[in-house]
């Protein structure tokens, strides 16, 4: 029998050796390359792969039962360049949402018919919102199309013009018939008046012609409209991409790859190192698309010459009170989960001057910042956080959010490694069949 | 397929043949790679009670993990701190929850969400809880029973997925 002892004393060395070969190897092999995930801890690495793009399904809206309806997003796109729904015939959803600016429109606050009061939000992966606007008055995202249309700084359009502009044509109808069914005989100005809409001002054209209307066939209007959101919103969903080179980065640190690891440079590396690390950023922008989809005052004083705007306290007023919300009747999912969330709501006065934390993705193509603009670059935006409590002094909206403390003063070097790798954070182009104007609906 | 999915999976091979190489008496934890969804855990609070034994309250229904920005439901059941036997069937809970962020008093911010509760014959449940952000909650709920008012705290790990 051998003694097992000097049988397994054997085993060891053996795999000494090994070890030390195999070890020689390695080292050789790391010599070769340098490998990135020496510069981060483990929780910085195990933030950068939280921040990796998630799951390729756009998460589902049950509230849009067209929501990924191939023939619906075809419509939605025609719809979506189509001037036709604004008042004066030359505003579209792209006017605000141009591919080339990350689908915002490079102003500081939208103009249309009229100069509105906040920054235009990307569309790019906006279809894993959790709410949409600014301050969240919309819970989906054919919702919130609807209310651009009806904005009068906006498209100053109405619910009526909308129902007659594809009635009248023909392609159009068609298109519309062969997913929703047959439109109501809406050539009867009687019952359908050319224009018409709920919110106008009592007293407008508009308002006393929807009065008017019977119930029935307003709720045939509503359906209507609600119907062209939710095509728009099957294109919009249509708009995700998390193909940046912090991604590919990203990928390769976990991957390993030696070659990847180059893709971003040294200060962007250390402006990921403080993101995700000493910086506390990722507190509110965590997740693929950097943020947490809530609502945050981060203490702004306010401009001289400016409305004070409540954010997310009005928002959650008029989203509670918006026909087109999850729980209403042109919900396709009444009684969900997207519905349930309503009955959480916070109180709005909790919530005075919080404003949704924007994404990160594509934030370089999407200047100006903040809900109301106020910061031209990137530089500007990181350095208010960095400058904390000061940034804040003078008169204010709500409270500020304790949260803001932990954002350490950063240096200027730091400064400009944290915008270095928030311009990695740009993805390729979409294709170009995604961005342009279909020739039919 | 596109040349990064060629250098990755190069550069799979490479990880493999170093990270193969290390022995663990010398890889740092951090070489390891964990790369997990997960942040660290504690285990959470499940009990407490209010000031002076007045009450003592106990969490009997808490997800695990937690989900991460998904609404849950806490179940909680109150009882007499002097008799811990004994259950209160009149006790009402009120709930804040919030995240202090090394703060000693008070709270940086709060949950983005008021949850529903239902404290009907003792069996109280609080349905909409909501943490957007990891890290430590803590929840201060609130008991009111027979004209007498405590409040109690627990700690909560935010999040699995």
Known sequence: ?441 | MTPTNLSGLAGAALAAAFSFSISPAIATDHMSMPMSDKPAHFKPTLSAYTANHQFLVKITGLPDPIPYQKYFTLRFAVYDGHHPDKQLSDAHLTLFAGMRHGMKKGFAHGMQSSPKIDDKAGAISADGMYFHMMGKWTLKATVKEGGKQGVAYFDLPCCGK
């Open chain 1, 1 to 441: 029998m051998r003694d097992s002892s000097s049988a397994a004393g054997g085993a060891v060395m053996r795999l000494a050796k090994l070890a030390a070969l195999m070890l020689a190897g390695g080292m050789l092999v790391g010599s070769a390359q340098a490998d990135d995930r020496n510069l981060y801890t483990t929780e910085e690495l195990s933030a950068i792969a939280r921040h990796l793009a998630p799951a390729a399904v756009v998460p589902g809206d049950a509230t849009n039962k067209f929501a990924d309806d191939r023939r619906a997003a075809a419509l939605g796109q025609f719809l979506f360049f189509d001037t036709r729904f604004s008042a004066n015939g030359k505003f579209s959803c792209h006017s605000c949402h141009q591919p080339a600016h990350g689908f915002t429109d490079a102003r500081a606050v939208a103009k249309a018919l009229a100069v509105g009061t906040r920054n235009t939000p990307t569309l790019l992966n906006a279809a894993y919102n959790h709410w949409f606007f600014w301050d969240g008055r919309a819970d989906s995202m054919w919702a919130q199309v609807l209310q651009v249309i009806e904005n009068p700084r906006e498209f100053g359009g109405d619910r009526l013009a909308v129902a007659h502009t594809i009635y009248d044509d023909d392609a159009l109808r068609r298109a519309y018939e062969r997913l929703f069914g047959k439109l109501p005989d809406l050539s009867d100005s009687q019952r359908f008046p050319a224009h018409a809409r709920p919110d106008a001002p009592t007293q407008s054209a508009t308002a006393r012609e929807w009065s008017a209307m019977s119930a029935a066939d307003r709720d045939a209007c509503n359906r209507i409209f609600s119907n062209v959101g939710k095509a728009i919103a099957a294109y919009e969903r249509h708009l995700v991409n998390y193909d940046s080179p912090f991604d590919r980065y990203a990928r390769a640190l976990r991957s390993g790859d030696g070659p990847g690891q180059s893709l971003l440079s040294p200060a962007a590396k250390r402006g990921l190192k403080l993101f995700v690390g000493r910086g506390q950023c990722e507190l509110c922008h965590s997740g693929p698309n950097f943020t947490d989809g809530q609502f945050h005052n981060v203490g702004l004083p306010v401009r001289a010459g400016t409305v004070l705007d409540t954010g997310r306290e009005q928002g959650i007023r008029e989203l509670k009170a918006n026909p087109f919300n999850a729980a209403g009747r042109y919900s396709d999912q009444q009684h969900g989960p997207n519905a349930k969330r309503l009955e959480f709501l916070p109180a709005p006065d909790a919530m005075r001057g919080a404003f949704k934390t924007p994404t990160l993705r594509n934030v370089a193509r999407t200047a100006p910042y903040l809900h109301d603009g106020r910061f031209a670059t990137l530089r500007q935006v990181v350095q208010f956080y960095a400058d904390g409590k000061a940034a804040s002094r003078g008169k204010r909206v709500g409270e500020r959010e304790g949260t803001l403390n932990l954002v350490p003063h950063f240096t200027p070097a730091e400064v400009m490694d944290l915008v270095a790798f928030l311009k990695t954070l740009d993805s390729t182009a979409l294709p170009p069949a995604l961005t342009r104007p279909p020739a039919q609906p």
